[in-house]
């Protein structure tokens, strides 16, 4: 790989990884998905949809192809709906015709919604078999790769089906990103804005500095900024594989935004618009509450306002907002634990804050007060 070759590693003893991070990375898939599944795998499915294997599929077929892999490719439907068990099921269908065995690989190529499905399948087919993901957009870049996080949507809720089940490498070559439209690029920034106020301030103030190289896809902030969100995750999953305390803290600014989303039946936003909205208003919940100072608190907003306008918030009710929010899979014995910032890079877990703060930070939120 090139001299800006970046590495990142995922430490969870024989579910251990690592994350590539290199522009013109996906050349190295075959070597790469080599050292990670090993000399027994003699096949691999790619599993992708028509837009992102339109872009990509060849290139990486090539590559696999040249470290002696045999290669099957499925592509499955594009966005949200495809995330399913009926994609799922089509996928397990394709697998056993072409009597994929054990030993096989999955290579997942593709946005979040790729990645989810196919580390699903990978997760349950024949009880598990190896994967490796190649995420194409940023959010998958910085988050839905990395943790080992996997599900299909049920049509009562979405992720409620799925799995833990770690990849064995994760392959990210930031030149994919010059064909994501725009508005999905900006998504993903949110999560990386995310990443700098709950974990690294440094990471907060580079974002800020650096959002025009960001979007004229300067391929050294991107690393930079992939590099660091990932590490973050990486540390976080480390220490909390599955979510029983300290991974909740990446939930930053989403019980808000998964209520935005249910209430406007994922139609409206992207999910890190939704993010971006959700981290203001909890930024407003910490300043009412007093445990982050007023210059702070602004801070956070200022740096969710820089990627550029939000949709719009201003026609949803807040009592359907509040219902939603209670309904969040989060809430335990009633509660419903809130995601905090006290400084840009630092954020508490509290369940005690009293709903009327909670209803009025809402209501400053959607009569764009904040
Ligand atoms: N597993 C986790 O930990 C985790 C974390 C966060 C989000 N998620 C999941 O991720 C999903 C969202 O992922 P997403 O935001 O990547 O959306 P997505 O996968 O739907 O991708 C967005 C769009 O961009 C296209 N695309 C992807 N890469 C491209 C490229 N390089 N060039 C051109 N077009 C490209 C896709 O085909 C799609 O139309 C959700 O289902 C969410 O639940 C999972």
Not at 239 to 254: A, K, P, Q, Y
Request: proline letters at 4%.
């Amino acid at each position: 790989m090139s001299s800006q070759s970046q590495r990142v590693h995922v430490a969870l003893d024989e579910r251990s990884y690592d994350i590539s991070i290199a522009d013109g990375a996906l050349k190295q898939t075959g070597d790469i998905a080599r050292a990670a599944l090993g000399k027994k795998t003699r096949r691999v499915a790619i599993i992708s949809n028509p837009r992102v294997y339109g872009h990509y599929g060849k290139l990486v077929e090539k590559s696999l192809k040249q470290a002696g892999f045999a290669t099957l490719t499925h592509l499955m439907g594009d966005g949200e709906r495809a995330k399913s068990i009926r994609t799922a099921e089509r996928a397990w269908a394709f697998l056993i015709a072409n009597r994929f065995e054990r030993s096989d690989g999955i290579i997942a190529l593709g946005g979040g919604v790729v990645g989810d499905l196919a580390g699903f399948v990978a997760a349950t087919f024949l009880r598990g078999v190896n994967y490796v993901q190649i995420p194409t957009t940023l959010l998958a870049q910085i988050d839905s790769s990395v943790g080992g996080k996997t599900a299909v949507n049920h049509p009562l809720g979405k992720n409620l089906i799925g799995a833990f089940h770690q990849p064995r490498a994760v392959v990210i070559d930031p030149q994919t990103l010059h064909t994501l439209p725009r508005r999905e690029l900006r998504a993903g920034m949110y999560e990386a804005v995310k990443y700098g106020v709950i974990w690294d301030r440094a990471l907060a103030d580079f974002i800020q500095t650096n959002l025009g190289k960001v979007f004229a896809l300067d391929g050294e902030t991107l690393t930079h900024i992939i590099r660091r969100s990932c590490e973050i995750k990486a540390e976080v999953v480390t220490t909390d594989e599955r979510e029983s305390g300290l991974r909740r803290i990446l939930n930053f600014g989403h019980t808000v935004g998964h209520a935005l989303e249910a209430v406007t039946a994922y139609r409206r936003f992207k999910h890190g618009e939704a993010v971006g909205h959700g981290m203001k208003c909890a930024s407003v919940i910490a300043e009412k509450i007093g445990i982050i100072p007023p210059a702070e608190s602004l801070a956070i907003r200022q740096s969710v306002d820089a990627l550029g306008a939000l949709p719009n918030v201003t026609d949803l009710q807040s009592p359907e907002i509040l219902a939603a929010m209670a309904h969040d899979k989060k809430v335990a014995q009633g509660k419903l634990p809130l995601i905090l910032p006290t400084a840009v890079g630092a954020v508490v877990v509290r369940d005690d804050v009293a709903p009327t703060v909670i209803r009025a930070a809402v209501r400053e939120l959607l009569t764009a007060r904040i």
